[in-house]
Nanobody, 117 residues
Framework: VQLQASGGGSVQAGGSLRLSCEAS????????MGWLRQAPGKQRELVAG???????NYADSVKGRFTISRDNAKNTLYLQMSTLKPEDTAIYYC????????????WGQGTQVTVSS
């Protein structure tokens, strides 16, 4: 499956952004999906995940501020980010994993999010 992320940009602290990730495959609904990010000099980390059934999980650092969702009819994954902080600055990647996989198998190209103080 091919993934195309969009929606990144520059915003001031306290602002909001919504990331989108469009998938190429009609079987999108069968995949677990996630948003991961990588800041300069840091390891890539999972920000939020959503299963094919709609269950979600979040990194502690974004709980209450970020919301992951999916629209299976549009083959699209979203990440609504609110109350952004400078430490949210990173390249954000969307990723997909097959139902039998424990790791993300497919990755989008990444979209830059920059939060200024």
């Amino acid at each position: 499956v091919q993934l195309q992320a969009s929606g990144g940009g520059s915003v001031q602290a306290g602002g909001s952004l919504r990331l989108s990730c469009e998938a190429s495959r009609r079987t999108f609904s069968l995949y677990g999906m996630g948003w991961l990010r990588q800041a300069p000099g840091k390891q890539r980390e999972l920000v939020a995940g959503i299963t094919s059934g709609g269950s979600t999980n979040y990194a502690d650092s974004v709980k209450g501020r970020f919301t992951i969702s999916r629209d299976n009819a549009k083959n699209t994954l979203y990440l609504q980010m609110s109350t952004l902080k400078p430490e949210d600055t990173a390249i954000y990647y969307c990723a997909a994993k097959s139902s039998w996989s424990t790791a993300y198998d497919y990755w989008g190209q990444g979209t830059q999010v920059t939060v200024s103080s």
